[in-house]
């Protein structure tokens, strides 16, 4: 093998790192196929977003057209792990909620909710973030007055602790006042189960979720979510769980929250406006308040 990079050669490059260059092959071909079958994944999952209809004939046809050499078993297999067959109804992948559950669903109580203060309304979602060799997922609690992340979570799985994780640094954070605080949501089975409900009731905190087939309901957490892939998440390569942990977190609570200007804020960060719109502010600032409904 005559790989080089930067003129080196491999044998060249292993001479000067005092690596043995047999235990440097025996690590690629370890670590290779892994990162070709993340890269091809993270392309099936680009594809599926573009070509929502598509089926895996359609699909393999299009890598082929990129010069990767799969055929449609592979493809069919990734696909199917990833949960991309039949994508007519989702909007993220993978697929991180799944609402065909027993527990019950909550009225929107969002809807036309007219906000004065934070701890008014917090909107809740989920998210994948993609590794070097794997997928792991994020939660966020999203204060909407201020559009300030009040709690988040990321971890390698999706079970309700996920979401719970986000939910209780959200409360360590907030004095909530009981009663008066709406807490937003998908219909997903990590915001309806047991355990996430018991939570928010003890706290006060009135259930509401989306209605079916209107993005409005949870807009102010999607385009959070729409801040966060393009700004932090594409391009970069985030080499495990604490990797993307440690990196998340910064652009979290120091990029987004207080330092990144929100056009709905009249430009000031969220921390910012909660300072601003706190009471006993000296300068009365413009407050927040919305409509929030389908067509």
């Known amino acids: 093998m005559t790989q080089s990079q930067g003129g080196l050669s491999v044998e060249r490059m292993c001479a000067l790192a005092q690596v043995n260059r047999a235990g440097y092959y025996r690590h690629w071909q370890a670590s290779a196929p892994r990162r070709e079958e993340t890269e ?13 209809h598509y089926g895996y004939r359609r699909r393999l046809e299009l890598l082929k057209r990129e010069g990767w050499a799969v055929n449609h078993k592979r493809v069919l297999r990734l696909m199917r792990d990833d949960n991309l067959l039949c994508l007519r109804q989702r909007r993220f992948v993978p697929a991180t909620t799944d609402s065909k559950h027993r527990f019950k669903v909550y009225p929107n109580l969002a809807r036309r909710l007219e906000l004065t203060a934070i701890n008014q309304l917090w909107v809740a979602d989920l998210t994948y973030i993609r590794l070097a060799e794997d997928f792991v997922y994020l939660a966020v609690v999203l204060d909407v007055f201020s559009r300030r992340v009040v709690g988040w979570a990321l971890e390698g799985h ?10 209780r640094m959200a409360l360590a954070h907030r004095d909530v006042a009981p009663g008066g605080l709406v807490h937003q949501s998908d219909r997903g089975v990590q915001y309806a189960c047991t355990d996430y409900i018991a939570l928010l009731e003890s706290h006060g905190i009135q259930p509401s979720m989306s209605r079916i087939a209107c993005p409005y309901d949870n807009a102010f957490a999607e385009s959070f979510m729409k801040t966060l892939k393009p700004e932090e998440v594409d391009g970069r390569t985030y080499t495990d769980l604490a990797h993307a942990r440690a990196d998340l977190g910064t652009f979290i609570e120091v990029v987004y929250n207080a330092k990144r200007l929100h056009s709905a ?17 000296a300068e009365q600032q413009p407050q927040a308040a919305f409509t929030a409904k389908c067509p």
């Open 40 to 52: 091809l994944r993270d392309r099936l999952q680009h594809r599926a977003l573009e070509n929502r």
């Open 158 to 167: 999706l079970q309700a602790s996920l979401a719970i994780t986000a939910l």
């Open 265 to 281: 804020l009249a430009y000031a960060t969220p921390v910012e406006f909660e300072n601003q719109t706190r009471p006993g502010a």
